[in-house]
């Protein structure tokens, strides 16, 4: 696998600056969400209006760490094994892709243009994403280790910060 990295972060930056900035495309992200998926929202105790943050800078941690495996893995990993306590399934994962795919969409095409090949590239992207958020939430054991040593503790959160869904440079 060989995701286009310089189109996803060139899309995100859009998606920074377009149509409202993250905000916007964070608040429509949940909004769309408990539309097509009203079995998820239960999940969530907070508000979308404080939720969206969360979310944007986990994206953002993401795609900024593409090219850095070493620290995106042990993120996504400790990312996967916090969800398991919200109650996160494996098939949320893909109704959370389309989504987030489907409003980018959205939120890009208002502004500028949303190609299908941007499309592929994020749908990639969230898959591979989605793969191993999934392997560390089944076997949170196989990747202690490599929690451990990227600073992480095996529940997936951090001891240097409040805020895990951001990624410590």
């Known amino acids: 696998m060989s995701l286009n990295v310089d189109l996803l972060k060139s899309t995100f930056a859009r998606a920074k600056e377009e149509n409202g ?3 916007s495309l964070g608040l429509r992200f949940y909004e769309r969400l408990f539309e097509k998926y009203p079995q998820v929202k239960p999940l969530f105790s907070t508000p979308p209006e404080e939720q969206h943050k969360k ?3 986990s994206v953002g ?3 900024a760490s593409l090219n850095e495996p070493d620290k995106m893995v042990p993120f996504l990993q400790a990312m996967g094994i916090r969800h398991l306590k919200y ?3 494996s098939a949320h994962y893909g109704a959370v892709g389309e989504n987030l795919v489907a409003v ?3 939120h890009l095409s208002k502004e500028g243009e949303w190609t ?3 499309k592929a590239a994020w749908e990639e992207a969230l898959n591979a994403v989605s793969e191993i958020m999934i392997q560390a939430a089944e076997n949170p054991e196989s990747c202690k280790e490599n929690l451990l040593k990227a600073g992480y503790d ?3 959160m951090r001891k240097d910060t409040e805020q895990p869904w951001v990624l410590s440079r």
């Open 104 to 106: 980018l969409g959205e």
């Open 154 to 156: 095996a529940d997936g």
């Open 87 to 89: 109650k996160t399934e």
């Open 21 to 23: 900035g993250l905000r």
């Open 55 to 57: 979310l944007m800078a």
């Open 61 to 63: 941690a993401t795609i």
């Open 116 to 118: 299908s090949e941007m």
